[in-house]
């Protein structure tokens, strides 16, 4: 029995890669039976036929996983939203935070296509850059001729297994071939039609890059917080989360209670505006949805 880690799937087989060497595997039907579904990222135990083959037997515990997309132990999110074409869409940016958040994953802003901006344009962005710097994310910005430095990258992804996410068209897979060029992986223009990109990514792969994984997953552009409770939103918040502690009442919920120290922020610009404001249609999403059976 060998000890690996699932890479790739695609077509009912896993890929498992085990001391340097992969692994094309299918699981057995006990999964089905306990109702288990392997994911890229998962620990597991396998037997090989041969050289190449196997079955995989057990699936080891997750620290995390993510149903969109289906990705399990992952230590860093790269979310990669651009400003231009298509536009920085800041509560989508927020959609993908909260969601890592929730699942206790670092998150890493990358702002790309920074050259396509004008000098009002990048204005706003470096408000942003500020903004989100201010509640601790480490954010990078990065151009379209994809100049990248190696240094930097390599300290970010070293040792680490990192998911790149965002929307079609922002650009994850052209940051991923200027990592490592050899990797050749598709691209695609941007729509004029419908403002954004077509899904060049169809399965989620680990590759190995600068020393840690990276897992590169098809393009979406929504997220379901179907996981997250009420009560569990303000905690995926950072900026939220910082001033909850000091309201008058306990289990507030920043919407319409009285001497609570959020709003105060808000008012007070300590908090931005636009975050509460997403924070408070992420609330009614969550409060509306319908009842899980």
């Known amino acids: 029995m060998a ?65 969109r997309p289906p990705i399990a132990n992952i230590d860093q999110a790269l979310i990669t939203t651009s400003v231009k074409e298509p536009e920085l869409n800041s509560k989508l940016l927020d959609r993908f935070l909260v969601l890592v958040e929730y699942h206790n994953i670092d998150p890493v802003i990358l702002f790309t296509k920074m050259d396509l901006v004008d000098e009002a344009e990048r204005k706003i962005i470096d408000q942003h850059v500020v903004d989100y710097q201010r509640l601790g994310y480490r954010v990078e910005l990065l151009s379209t001729n994809w100049t990248i430095d190696q240094d930097v ?44 990109g077509r899904h060049t990514t169809r399965h989620v792969e680990m590759l ?17 917080f179907d996981q997250i409770e009420l009560e569990q939103l303000p905690f995926c918040f950072r900026d939220v989360a910082e001033y909850q502690p000091n309201c008058k009442f306990r289990g507030c919920m920043h919407v319409n209670e009285p001497k609570c120290a959020v709003k105060d922020a808000v008012e007070n610009g300590e908090i931005t505006e636009y975050r509460y404001q997403h924070y408070l249609a992420f609330y009614e999403e969550i409060k509306t949805r319908k009842p899980r059976y």
């Open 208 to 224: 190995e890059v600068l020393g840690g994984v990276v897992a590169d997953t098809p393009g979406f552009s929504s997220l379901d």
């Open 153 to 196: 990258f390599s300290s970010l992804l070293k040792n680490k297994t990192s998911v790149i996410a965002g929307q079609s068209g922002v650009g994850k897979s052209s940051f991923l071939n200027a990592l490592r060029p050899d990797l050749s992986l598709e691209t695609a223009e941007i729509s004029s039609r419908l403002g954004r």
């Open 3 to 67: 000890k690996g880690q699932i890479i790739k799937a695609v077509s009912g087989f896993y890929y498992v890669l085990n001391d340097g060497v992969t692994y094309q595997c299918k699981a057995r039907g006990l999964f089905r039976k306990n109702k288990q579904t392997p994911l890229v990222g998962d620990y597991c135990l396998f037997e090989a036929d041969n050289l190449t083959e196997g079955y995989i037997t057990e699936l080891l515990p997750r620290k995390n996983e993510l149903i």
